[in-house]
T-cell receptor, first 113, second 114 residues
Framework: DGGITQSPKYLFRKEGQNVTLSCEQN?????MYWYRQDPGQGLRLIYY???????QKGDIAEGYSVSREKKESFPLTVTSAQKNPTAFYLC????????????FGPGTRLLVL | GNSVTQMEGPVTLSEEAFLTINCTYT??????LFWYVQYPGEGLQLLLK?????DKGSNKGFEATYRKETTSFHLEKGSVQVSDSAVYFC?????????????FGAGTQVVVTP
């Protein structure tokens, strides 16, 4: 089945630690996105990528980093510079046009110890 | 900049009741409009979309019409079920060269009781 997988489902971060969230898609989509969701709020865009080896900052990129070495994969690293990382993180992919549907993964919940 | 405003929740209603969730937007150009649904602990799923003015999107008994004159995209369902309990997000996609970036509303929680 085609789709998007995210791992792990839950992730715990200690103070000063970097953690990486995995996102893989087998939909052959060019564009991939990372969103952050806080309770009672909508989704906010962290980073997006239009094509392999290229990515752009979204609205809240500070304290995060990404890479896009393969079309299928778009991992997100939450660095120690992100002072309030506790949130639900959602990865999505699409064909990339403004009319195209974004397909979402099941999400990763990040908690700080 | 672009923005999406949704009615606040939670919206609580009985099974078989009529559901309306208001959504208005501010955008330059001609955005595409979407409704996504999120069930507890899951990612988002597309419910319906409309890509130009006066288009009506529909799916699973839900409908929404793209109204450019009132900059609205209200979601409606004539008879809700308990299984429709979820959070509903209105979103817009920016100009054609934006590579599909979405601007989301805050979401509206819907609770349907038997």
């Amino acid at each position: 089945d085609g789709g998007i997988t995210q791992s792990p489902k839950y992730l715990f971060r200690k103070e000063g630690q970097n953690v990486t969230l995995s996102c893989e898609q087998n939909l052959n989509h060019d564009a991939m996105y990372w969103y952050r969701q806080d309770p009672g709020q909508g989704l906010r865009l962290i980073y997006y990528s239009q094509i392999v080896n290229d990515f752009q900052k979204g609205d809240i990129a500070e304290g995060y980093s990404v890479s896009r070495e393969k079309k299928e994969s778009f991992p997100l690293t939450v660095t120690s510079a992100q002072k309030n990382p506790t949130a639900f993180y959602l990865c999505a992919s699409s064909q990339g046009g403004s009319q195209e549907t974004q397909y979402f993964g099941p999400g990763t919940r990040l908690l700080v110890l | 900049g672009n923005s999406v405003t949704q009615m606040e929740g939670p919206v609580t209603l009985s099974e078989e009741a009529f559901l309306t969730i208001n959504c208005t937007y501010t955008a330059t150009g001609y955005p595409s409009l979407f409704w996504y649904v999120q069930y507890p602990g899951e990612g988002l799923q597309l419910l319906l979309k409309a890509t130009k003015a006066d288009d009506k999107g529909s799916n699973k008994g839900f409908e929404a019409t793209y109204r450019k004159e009132t900059t609205s995209f209200h979601l409606e369902k004539g008879s809700v079920q308990v299984s429709d309990s979820a959070v509903y997000f209105c979103a817009l996609s920016e100009t054609p060269d934006s590579w599909g970036k979405l601007q989301f509303g805050a979401g509206t929680q819907v609770v349907v009781t038997p």
